[in-house]
T-cell receptor, first 115, second 112 residues
Framework: AQKVTQAQTEISVVEKEDVTLDCVYE???????LFWYKQPPSGELVFLIR??????QNEISGRYSWNFQKSTSSFNFTITASQVVDSAVYFC????????????FGEGTQLTVNP | DTAVSQTPKYLVTQMGNDKSIKCEQN?????MYWYKQDSKKFLKIMFS???????INETVPNRFSPKSPDKAHLNLHINSLELGDSAVYFC???????????FGQGTRLTVV
């Protein structure tokens, strides 16, 4: 069975600090996809990144970067030089071939960036 | 041009009522979903349809019935609403299981 764990329920930082959101997943499948979604206070779910299980290259997009390590089943998300607008709930999610099209979400991490 | 749109955005109703939430996607995707987000922000899949065919039906009370009249629409009908049904319901769509899901803006259902 697939499972995603985001151990950090809440994180609070001061603007311009770097922050890393942890994500650990469990799956028996060799083919799977990992995702990060952002849910700002307005409530919508915004896609951030998708990574497949065969691509362990780290990715950087502006101030955002992702570290995928199969050896530790982790897909961590780092925001560099955080801004107040980064305040949101961030969800890590897993989709595996054996389970069809469902996304299994972690519990989410509430990030608060204070000015 | 909203990719995935749900109506209504807010729904307040009394216990025992029957209500529907509508969802439409204009992305040409084959797969549509309903997710429920509870008060603790936990997101869980309820249903998934692929080309109008039900492919995922999680452990959901049978008071919840999805209906997909065509590939672009997936509606959620809820009978005999209970207080515990209060949540935010998200519709989503994707092309295949490997691709990212596009979510609607959510429907906040409050049962009083």
């Amino acid at each position: 069975a697939q499972k995603v764990t985001q151990a950090q329920t809440e994180i609070s930082v001061v603007e311009k600090e770097d922050v890393t959101l942890d994500c650990v997943y469990e799956t028996r499948d060799t083919t799977y996809y990992l995702f990060w979604y952002k849910q700002p206070p307005s409530g919508e779910l915004v896609f951030l990144i998708r990574r497949n299980s065969f691509d362990e290259q780290n990715e950087i997009s502006g101030r955002y970067s992702w570290n995928f390590q199969k050896s530790t089943s982790s897909f961590n998300f780092t925001i560099t030089a955080s801004q107040v607008v980064d305040s949101a709930v961030y969800f890590c999610a897993l989709s595996e071939e054996a389970s069809g099209s469902r996304l299994t979400f972690g519990e989410g991490t509430q990030l608060t960036v204070n000015p | 041009d909203t990719a995935v749109s749900q109506t209504p955005k807010y729904l307040v109703t009394q216990m025992g009522n029957d209500k529907s939430i509508k969802c439409e996607q204009n992305l040409g995707h084959d797969t549509m979903y309903w997710y429920k987000q509870d008060s603790k922000k936990f997101l869980k899949i309820m249903f998934s349809y692929n080309n109008k065919e039900l492919i995922i039906n999680e452990t959901v009370p049978n008071r919840f019935s999805p209906k997909s009249p065509d590939k672009a629409h997936l509606n959620l009908h809820i009978n005999s609403l209970e207080l515990g049904d209060s949540a935010v319901y998200f519709c989503a769509s994707s092309q295949v299981w490997t691709s990212k899901a596009f979510f609607g803006q959510g429907t906040r259902l409050t049962v009083v």
